[in-house]
C-alpha cells in the first residue's frame, strides 16, 4: 500500500526558532499533499494543501507566513514553523493523494508531535 | 456544506461486548466513506472505507455500511478487545475535485479487560 513517512517524529525547540517537518511519499507520487494539526482530544485541523511546484493554498484563519509549506518536488512536502511560540505546540500530521483500488484517497504520515518550550 | 456527525464519547466496554459507533453525514452527491482509527501518540491509519451507496467496508473485524437512504455510515465490531481502545474518526471525501477530507470529531473507545 501507499506509504507515507514524517520527519522528525517528535521535536522540541525554543521559543522564536523554526522548526521544519518533513512529508513524504515513500512508494508513490503525489501532487498533492494536505498538511493537519491536531490539538489533544480534538480532531484533525486542515491546514493547507500543498501542491507540487505551485504555491500552498491555506485554510482561512492559517497564517501563511507562519507556516512556510513548499512542496518541491513529488515526493516531498515540508512545512516550517516559523518563530514557534508555545501555542504552536501540538500534533502535526499530513497526507499525500494516492491511487487505491482506482480510486483516489488521502494516505496519513504518522505525525509529528512539536514541543515549543 | 459537507459535514459529518459522530456519536460522541467517550465509549467504554468491557472486552467481547458489541460496539457500534453511529456516523451520519451530509454532502451533495455520494462521496467517498472512511473510518480511521489513532491510537495514542501515532497518526490516522485507515480502518475501511466504502466508495458507494450499499458498500460494505470490512477490516480486522469491523464493518461499516454505507446507506444512502439514511445518509450513515455506522461501525460495528461483534466483539471488542483491549487492544481496539483507541479514537476512531469517520470522513467522507469532498467532491469538489480538491481530494479535501471532513472529518468526524472523534469517538474515543476504550475496551476493559
Known amino acids: 500500500g501507499a506509504v507515507v513517512s514524517q520527519h522528525p517524529s517528535w521535536v522540541i525547540c525554543k521559543s522564536g526558532t523554526s522548526v521544519k517537518i518533513e512529508c513524504r511519499s515513500l512508494?508513490?507520487?503525489?501532487?498533492?499533499m494536505f498538511w493537519y494539526r491536531q490539538f489533544p482530544k480534538q480532531s484533525l485541523m486542515l491546514m493547507a494543501t500543498?501542491?507540487?511546484?505551485?504555491?500552498?493554498?491555506?485554510e482561512q484563519g492559517v497564517e501563511k507566513d507562519k507556516f512556510l509549506i513548499n512542496h518541491a518536488s513529488l515526493t516531498l512536502s515540508t512545512l516550517t514553523v516559523t518563530s514557534a511560540h508555545p501555542e504552536d505546540s501540538s500534533f502535526y500530521i499530513c497526507?499525500?493523494?494516492?491511487?487505491?483500488?482506482?480510486?483516489?484517497?488521502?494516505?496519513f504520515g504518522p505525525g509529528t508531535r512539536l514541543t515549543v518550550l | 456544506g459537507d459535514s459529518v456527525t459522530q456519536m460522541e464519547g467517550p465509549v467504554t466496554l468491557s472486552e467481547e461486548a458489541f460496539l457500534t459507533i453511529n456516523c451520519t453525514y451530509t454532502a451533495t452527491g455520494y462521496p467517498s466513506l472512511f473510518w480511521y482509527v489513532q491510537y495514542p501518540g501515532e497518526g490516522l491509519q485507515l480502518l475501511l472505507k466504502?466508495?458507494?451507496?450499499?458498500d460494505k467496508g470490512s477490516n480486522k473485524g469491523f464493518e461499516a455500511t454505507y446507506r444512502k437512504e439514511t445518509t450513515s455510515f455506522h461501525l460495528e465490531k461483534g466483539s471488542v478487545q483491549v487492544s481496539d481502545s483507541a479514537v476512531y474518526f469517520c470522513?467522507?471525501?469532498?467532491?469538489?475535485?480538491?481530494?479535501?477530507?471532513?472529518f468526524g470529531t472523534g469517538t474515543r473507545l476504550k475496551v476493559l479487560a
Open positions: 497526507s499525500a493523494i494516492g491511487t487505491s483500488g482506482g480510486v483516489d484517497e488521502q494516505f
Open positions: 470522513a467522507l471525501s469532498d467532491l469538489s475535485g480538491t481530494y479535501k477530507y471532513i
Open positions: 512508494d508513490f507520487q503525489a501532487t498533492t
Open positions: 466504502a466508495t458507494k451507496a450499499d
Open positions: 500543498s501542491n507540487e511546484g505551485s504555491k500552498a493554498t491555506y
